[in-house]
C-alpha cells in the first residue's frame, strides 16, 4: 500500500496551455468578427474570451490536483474529476506494456510520460501518467514487473540489441522517408485553421501582372520552399529516430528510441498479430524496406502501440536473417505464388476506367494538346502492370504471407490463428475469367489491419479460403 501521489506540477501547466492554444483561434475569430459590428460587441467578445481562458486555467490546476494514483493490492488505483469523482483500479495482472516517454518539456523538468496497456483495452490507453519523475517511472515498471514476476527490464538491460540504427543507417532513412508530405500537410493544415483570419486580397491584389515578369524568381522560390521543407523534415527524422534500438528478451521486444524525445516501447510476444514490410518506390529501388510488428496493443487514439516499427530500415535481403532467429514462428522465407497472366488486363483496363473520358474530352476540346493526355494513360498503364507483377501470396501449414501494391508495396505475414477474418470475393466479370479477390484481416489496436491482393486464381482462392474456414469435408467456399 502506498500514499496517494500527484502528477508533477507542471502536468498542469501543459495541459492548461494546450486547452488554451486550442480556445486562441476560435477567441480570435470571435474578436476579429465582434471588432466589425461595434465597439460594445467588440468589448463583449473581450471579457468573454477573458472568462473563457480564467475558466479553462482553473479547470486544468484543478483537475490536476484531483487527480492521484496509488499501489495497492498489486494493483495501481488511479482517482480522477473535478465535481464527479471516478476510480480506477488496474490489476497488475492485466497489465501487458508500459511505455515510457520523455519529451522536451519532460526532459527538462527530469521527468517522463507512463503509458499502462492492458488487455482488452479499449480506445485509449488504460492509464497516463503524464508528468512524473523518471525515478518514480522506473519504480513503477519495476513495481508492476516484480508483481507480475516478470523480468522484462532485468533481461533487456543484460541482453545485447539485436538492432542498432547505424549513422549511415539513420542518414539513409532521413533520405528515403516521406517526411516532407507531412511537413507540408502540417503547413496547410495550420492555414486552413487562420483561413477567415488572412486579407487575401490586400496581399494578393495586382501579384498577377508582376508574376507574369518574374516566373524564374517563382520558381527559384518553389524551390527553395520544397529544398527548406526537404532539408526539415530529414532534421525531424533524425531526431525522431536516433538511437534506435531493439532488445528482445524471452517474452518481449524492447525498442527505444529518440533523442530530444525518448521513448521506451515494450511489445509482448504474444500480442504480436502479423509481420509486415513496407517499400516506398525511393526504397524499392535501393533494395530497402522498413519493418512493422502488428501488435493487438495500441488503440484507435494511440496507433503507434498497435502498428510498431521494429526496423526502421532494412536491406529486403538482409530482413530474414536478422527476424528469423527471434521471431522463429514466422516462416520469413519462400517464393511468392503470382497472379495468372490473364488478370493483367484487368488491372490496365481498371487504371483506365476514369481517365479515358479525359483523354477524349481533352482530344476533343484542345485539339493536338490534348494527345499530351495519353502520357496519362501510359504512365497509369505501367503502374497497373507493376502492381500485377508485384502482387502474389504463399500459403503453408499455419501461415498466410501476401504481397500487393507497386507505388507502396506491402509484404505481410499472418499465421492462421491472428487471422481475424478472411473473405473471398468473385465478382461478375471475375467470374468469367475464373479469378478471385482475397481480403484478409487481423487485430491491430482496437481496429483491424491486413492486406488484399485482386484477381488471384479462383482455384488457389478456393483453397486458401478452405484452408482458413477448416471446413475442407464439406466443401464450403466461394462459388
Do not use: C
Not at 55 to 71: A, E, H, K, N
Not at 92 to 104: A, D, K, P, V, W
Request: glycine share 8%; net charge positive; no cysteine.
Amino acid at each position: 500500500m502506498s500514499k496517494p501521489k500527484r502528477l508533477h506540477p507542471i502536468a498542469s501547466i501543459v495541459t492548461t496551455g494546450k486547452r488554451i492554444r486550442n480556445l486562441i483561434i476560435p477567441l480570435i475569430a470571435l474578436i476579429v468578427s465582434a471588432g466589425r459590428d461595434s465597439k460594445t460587441s467588440l468589448q463583449v467578445s473581450l471579457i468573454l474570451s477573458l472568462i473563457a481562458i480564467l475558466f479553462t486555467f482553473l479547470t486544468g490546476i484543478l483537475s490536476w490536483y484531483r487527480y492521484t494514483y496509488r499501489f495497492e493490492e498489486d494493483e495501481l488505483r488511479i482517482e480522477y474529476g473535478i465535481f464527479l469523482r471516478k476510480k480506477r483500479y488496474i490489476p497488475f495482472e492485466r497489465i501487458q506494456s508500459m511505455n515510457i516517454t520523455e519529451g522536451l518539456m519532460q526532459r527538462l523538468f527530469g521527468l517522463a510520460k507512463v503509458e499502462i496497456e492492458t488487455a482488452g483495452g479499449g480506445d485509449e490507453a488504460e492509464a497516463v501518467l503524464s508528468a512524473i519523475s523518471k525515478e518514480e517511472a522506473g519504480r513503477i515498471q519495476t513495481h508492476v514487473y516484480a508483481a507480475k514476476q516478470d523480468s522484462t527490464l532485468e533481461k533487456a538491460a543484460e541482453s545485447k540489441p539485436i538492432f542498432k540504427l547505424s549513422i549511415q543507417q539513420l542518414i539513409l532513412l532521413s533520405f528515403t522517408s516521406g517526411g516532407m508530405g507531412v511537413v507540408i500537410s502540417g503547413v496547410f493544415a495550420i492555414l486552413s485553421q487562420v483561413d477567415d483570419l488572412i486579407p487575401y486580397k490586400k496581399l494578393f491584389g495586382g501579384i498577377e501582372s508582376w508574376a507574369v515578369h518574374n516566373v524564374m524568381l517563382i520558381a527559384f522560390i518553389v524551390f527553395l520552399g520544397i529544398f527548406l521543407t526537404w532539408i526539415i523534415s530529414l532534421f525531424f527524422t533524425m531526431l525522431k529516430y536516433a538511437n534506435f534500438t531493439v532488445v528482445r528478451t524471452e517474452t518481449d521486444f524492447v525498442i527505444s528510441q529518440g533523442l530530444l524525445e525518448k521513448k521506451q516501447m515494450t511489445i509482448p510476444l504474444k500480442r504480436i498479430q502479423a509481420v509486415r514490410i513496407d517499400e516506398n518506390p525511393v526504397r524499392q529501388l535501393l533494395g530497402l524496406g522498413t519493418v512493422y510488428l502488428e501488435s493487438a496493443g495500441g488503440s484507435a487514439v494511440n496507433l503507434e502501440g498497435a502498428n510498431v516499427m521494429l526496423l526502421p530500415i532494412v536491406k529486403i535481403n538482409d530482413f530474414s536473417s536478422i527476424i528469423s532467429p527471434y521471431l522463429p514462428d514466422y516462416e520469413i522465407t519462400g517464393v511468392f505464388n503470382r497472379l495468372p497472366k490473364r488478370a493483367m488486363w484487368r488491372y490496365i483496363f481498371r487504371s483506365w476506367y476514369f481517365v479515358i473520358p479525359i483523354v477524349i474530352l481533352s482530344v476533343i476540346f484542345l485539339k493536338s494538346w490534348g494527345l499530351l493526355s495519353l502520357l496519362l494513360l501510359v504512365l497509369l498503364t505501367i503502374r497497373a502492370v507493376l502492381n500485377f507483377k508485384s502482387a502474389g501470396w504463399i500459403l503453408s501449414k499455419d501461415q498466410l504471407s501476401m504481397k500487393y501494391g507497386s507505388f507502396k508495396r506491402t509484404t505481410i505475414y499472418m499465421k492462421k490463428n491472428k487471422i481475424q477474418s478472411l473473405e473471398a470475393r468473385v465478382s461478375y466479370f471475375q467470374k468469367r475469367k475464373e479469378l478471385g479477390t482475397l481480403e484478409v484481416f487481423v487485430k491491430s489496436g482496437a481496429v483491424s489491419s491486413g492486406g488484399r491482393v485482386v484477381d488471384l486464381d479462383q482455384a488457389a482462392l478456393q483453397g486458401i479460403y478452405l484452408w482458413y474456414s477448416r471446413k475442407k469435408e464439406t466443401g464450403n467456399g466461394p462459388e
